[in-house]
């Protein structure tokens, strides 16, 4: 008897239990890009179309990278009777201690429940070997680097991958940007859409602000490469990547990917990546209350006294004066 392949479209009547893994340190940023869009489908569509359960290795508080908590609705192995899809969430790629949740991914990939991987998450589907035989992207490993570890998984280049029953992306709005196509695939293009325009007409536009110009009409005829780069940069904020791991993400080299960067945009890359990360850091302190320290870790800065010294030097003030403006 051949065995179904297992599918992500399902029939549009069916409510989907969709299950978090937040493991300690997770970011909160890429936690609600993966969420949000979830529980607007629900109240645009008028229909219970997603349930979110909320998983922790021990059930208790789960640290956010900043400092803050959240509470674990269950634990890793637990209420997973209905689960339709798993996503484990996670910051970096260093999760020592969660034997028990890579025994779980196993046994829920027997079961044939979608499972996916967030920012770190992705190398904790990666060592439970539910990812071998698929495509994957894998932003914690170059592409070399993962050929090497994980040979049976085809490390991908794209920000994000949905291949058949699993999917993979970078941290940060790469996980807006996977579940948008997840919706597409399960409740069709037009839902997808008017989740995207609510995403897009919800924020306020303040009247100091210039018009936002597209990759596209700003890159115009640049190579491929590039704009790639610029993608990558764009889906990797709260972690950056070096210009070395750009590289070889792209396949090319260090020398080369400088020379695109100085020719179509005048700045070297680690000028340009720092210029995308203090710009949502902007939007951040702009449009949130969230706290300096926390903004400071969501766009990549490895301490609030970094964060506000780099702000000044590129805005000619400090985030707390920005927010008295």
């Known amino acids: 008897m051949v065995r179904e392949e297992p599918s992500l479209e399902w029939g549009s009547d069916i409510t989907r239990q969709v299950g978090f893994v937040l493991l300690p340190g997770f970011s909160l940023l890429a936690q609600a890009c993966a969420l949000e869009p979830l529980q607007i489908a629900n109240q645009l569509s008028g229909q219970h179309l997603y349930t979110p359960i909320v998983f ?35 910051s970096g790629a260093n999760h020592g201690d969660c034997e028990e949740l890579l025994e779980w991914l196993v046994q829920l990939a027997e079961r044939s ?50 291949d058949r029953d699993r999917m993979t992306c970078g941290g940060g709005t790469a996980a807006l940007d996977m579940m948008m196509s997840l919706i597409a695939r399960q409740h069709g293009q ?15 536009h303040l009247g100091n ?9 700003q890159l115009g005829h640049a190579p491929l490469s590039l704009r790639d780069a610029v993608a ?5 904020i709260e972690e950056p990547l070096s210009t070395h791991e750009l590289a070889a993400h792209l396949g090319i080299s260090r020398r080369q990917l400088e020379r695109l960067f100085k020719k179509y945009l005048h700045a070297v890359p680690s000028r340009y990546y720092l210029n995308l990360r203090l710009q949502q850091a902007r939007r951040l302190l702009r449009e949130t209350g969230g706290a300096i320290g926390d903004i400071a870790f969501e766009t990549g800065f490895s301490s609030a006294a970094h ?19």
């Open 56 to 90: 922790g290795l021990d059930g208790g508080e789960i640290k956010v990278a900043g400092g803050m908590a959240l509470t674990a609705q269950h634990c890793v192995g637990s209420a997973a009777r209905e689960l339709d899809v798993l996503l484990v969430c996670a």
């Open 113 to 162: 429940v979608v499972l996916g991987g967030i920012g770190g998450g992705t190398q904790v589907l990666a060592r439970a070997g539910v990812l071998d035989g698929y495509r994957a992207t894998l932003a914690w490993q170059g592409p070399d680097a993962s050929t090497h570890t994980y040979p049976r998984i085809r490390s991908s280049r794209q920000v994000f991958e949905i």
């Open 190 to 204: 037009r839902l997808a859409e008017r989740v995207s325009e609510y995403f897009v007409h919800e924020r306020v």
């Open 209 to 217: 602000e210039s018009r936002p110009v597209s990759l596209g009409a």
């Open 232 to 236: 990558l940069m764009e889906s990797n």
């Open 307 to 325: 964060f506000s010294t780099a702000y000044r030097n590129h805005f000619g003030m400090t985030p707390r004066e920005e927010r008295l403006v």
